[in-house]
């Protein structure tokens, strides 16, 4: 099970890295990056791109499911 939840968090990882390549503070919103540079590529939900924008500790959950599926192998 851990294999699907690295898949998912690296998913989130790779909308992340569209957002902050992108965001400026103060001049851009969430909403504008979502409808113009995420949407098109990955069709999802407003309401999930704020989940994943404000999901705590990504790269620590991706180390741990990592580390998970290293020892089941």
Not at 50 to 63: E, G, S, Y
């Amino acid at each position: 099970m851990a294999y699907n939840k690295l898949n998912r968090y690296r998913f989130y990882k790779k909308v992340l890295d569209i957002v902050n390549e992108h965001y400026i503070t103060g001049v851009t919103t969430y909403s504008g990056i979502f409808h113009e540079y995420v949407e098109s590529v990955y069709p999802m939900s407003y309401n999930s791109f704020m989940k994943i924008v404000n999901m705590p500790n990504l790269d620590r959950l991706i180390a741990e499911e990592e580390a998970v599926l290293a020892a089941n192998n």
